[in-house]
């Protein structure tokens, strides 16, 4: 322990707060809260510490403090800087987005839609779910079973959906309010899992169909059935209690902790995640921050299960719910099934090829092959256009070896000659970093573009004019156009022997091209609908948003039939965009 560390431990205090471990290049490398930061931070250095912890330990030039007023605002401004600097010894979650809630509008016509939040007052929620495509699994099902408005803004004729007897038709006849209402009750009652009602009629119309020997109809009748089957299979353990509560059980082995957690609402288990890391430190300890975590980004239900007292105390203070230990009854077997979902998701990572396994040890392996600092934050450039028509530019960046889609970046080309790359790939890098550099914001540990020196050349000229001093690399190809290795400015190449390593560097190559590709086709595709559907009679800008609603790119739209275009444009508007498109 050098004389710098123990000055610092002797000034630390009993209070809350929070922590920030600084390597000798004054990177954060570690962020961590503590009820007591003496206590905490002290023992980091006073006890002795193995694997990780005591390779960060080792790393530790000096710490910082910052006290807080207790220990639920160290944890916020603790999440605040892990995403602000991304430390290399945090262990996080992989970003995602949000659950999805099923939405019912509360007054008018029954409409359901996928919602992202449950802020709108207009409208009754259901979820979240964990899994975005059983939320939409489940909003297609109910759409078939009861016959609700389907189109956002209402035709002015009768479609598809009205004559297979799956819309009431508001467009064409007057809906009482206590029709819509009866429908609103029966949604709700479906979504609890009462769903007996609609089994038996869908079952009568179906055996009705197959009389009338309407085989085909009975066949779809019959695939709703098994849809809900499926549903009450998944849903597995009704709760009598119709409690919102999240399970989670974890599981370690050989340097890796999985966390599993079943998600319940109005006690229908509505899916399940599981999230596997590394081991740092104490498990219990790991295990509370990768929950505090997650809540940070999912909401919390009115009760937390965790069959671990010490998990337990790191979290009974920490999370506006109630958090409870069980040991018999229902909900103590569904911890045992959360417990066995841990154990599985560790059996099938360790009978998988881990590309994931050694992150760290890969981004070091690179940092010595190209003589520079560990490269724990990576950024790369790409740019996509069709012949320079609709250009644009887009950076993807990789922390820790993993894709941070919340620093991902994309660029409209503004210079003349969107055909010359070099001109785009420097305009678009001298904007990213020049506007870094004023903000005084942290720049990246590499720069890598695609291509040879003429690349590196064009992005080494954006990054001078930025002020940027950023390490820049260029992934070149060999004869067969296949990624081969590095290439700096001098034109000196850097073979990847480690297979791990070029896997990493060519899938975060393949990241970059996909983004950049995806929002070519975003932009190309809107302005070729948007083109092709000027200059046509009685097509306004209402009904041009319900075509990109229904079709959304133009292969699409070119694919539909006269008679799909009438379900949502009148019938002479359909034959003129139908004879445009084909025409």
């Keep these: 322990m ?67 007023a207790n220990e639920k605002e160290a944890l916020v401004l603790e999440m605040n800087l892990i995403q602000k600097y991304y430390p290399r010894y945090n262990i996080l979650l992989k970003d995602g987005s949000h659950y999805p809630y099923i939405a019912l509008k509360k007054k008018g016509d029954p409409i359901l839609m996928i ?99 309407e085989f085909e109809q009975a066949a779809e009748y019959k695939k709703v059935l098994d849809a809900i089957e499926h549903i009450n299979i998944q849903q597995n353990v009704e709760n009598n209690d119709k409690k919102d509560r999240d399970i989670f059980a974890f599981s370690s082995r050989n340097g890796y902790l999985s966390l599993a957690v079943l998600s319940y609402r109005k006690g229908l288990l509505l899916g399940k995640q599981v999230f596997i890391v590394e081991e740092f430190g104490d498990n219990e300890e790991q295990v509370a921050d990768l929950i505090l975590q997650f809540y940070q980004k999912y909401p919390t239900p009115s009760e937390v299960v965790i069959n671990n007292k010490i998990v337990l105390d790191f979290l009974s203070d920490l999370l506006d719910s109630n958090v409870i230990f069980v040991t018999k009854g229902k909900v103590h077997e569904l911890i045992i099934n959360a417990k066995e979902n841990a154990d599985n998701a560790l059996d099938e990572y360790f009978l998988s090829a881990r590309l994931d396994a050694n992150k760290l040890e890969m981004l070091e392996t690179l940092g010595n092959l190209l003589d520079i600092p560990t490269p724990l934050h990576i950024e790369l450039f790409d740019n996509s256009h069709i012949q320079g028509a609709f250009p644009v530019g887009a950076m993807v960046a990789f922390v820790n070896g993993e894709p941070a889609k919340k620093l991902y970046r994309r660029f409209l080309i503004n210079h003349e000659e969107a055909r010359d790359d070099l001109a785009s790939m420097k305009e678009v890098i001298y904007r990213h970093y020049k506007r870094l550099v004023e903000e005084e914001k942290k720049l990246p540990d590499l720069l890598l573009v695609d291509g040879g020196l003429n690349q590196i050349n064009a992005a080494a000229i954006a990054l001078l004019e930025a002020g940027a001093n950023v390490p820049l690399f260029g992934l070149y190809k060999n004869d067969r156009h296949q990624t081969s290795g590095l290439i700096d400015g001098s034109g000196k190449t850097y073979e990847i022997d480690d297979k791990s390593l ?46 990109y609603r229904a079709y959304k790119d133009l292969d699409s739209l070119k694919n539909a039939s006269v008679e799909e275009f009438s379900q949502i444009l009148p019938k002479e508007v359909a034959e003129a965009l139908y004879n445009k498109l084909h025409n």
Excluded: W
């Excluded at 930061?37 to 910052?66: C, H, W």
């Excluded at 004729?157 to 508001?170: D, K, V």
């Design 2 to 68: 050098t004389e710098k560390i123990k000055t610092l431990i002797a000034n630390l205090k009993h209070l809350p707060g929070v922590y920030l471990m600084h390597d000798k290049d004054d990177n954060i490398i570690y962020v961590g809260k503590a009820k007591d930061l003496y206590k905490r931070v002290s023992q980091y250095f006073l006890r002795p510490q193995a694997g990780k912890v005591f390779k960060m330990v080792t790393n530790v030039d000096y710490f910082e403090t910052i006290i807080t």
């Design 115 to 213: 919602k992202r939040n449950n802020k709108d007052k207009n409208f009754d929620y259901f979820g979240p779910y964990p899994n975005s495509g059983a939320a939409y699994q489940t909003i297609s099902l109910l759409n078939k079973i009861f016959p609700i408005r389907k189109c956002q803004t209402l035709p002015s004729s009768t479609c598809l959906y009205y004559h297979l007897g799956q819309c009431l038709g508001p467009c064409i006849n007057k809906i009482e309010d206590k029709v819509f209402d009866d429908i609103r009750e029966d949604i709700k009652s479906f979504m609890k899992g009462n769903n007996q009602k609609q089994k038996s009629e869908i079952k009568e119309k179906m055996l009705l169909a197959s009389d009338n020997l």
């Design 502 to 547: 070029f896997f990493m560097l060519t899938r975060m190559q393949d990241e970059v091209h996909r983004f950049a590709i995806s929002f070519h086709k975003e932009k190309r595709n809107k302005a070729m609908r948007a083109s092709i559907l000027d200059d046509i009679e009685g097509l306004g800008e209402k009904r041009k948003e319900m075509l």
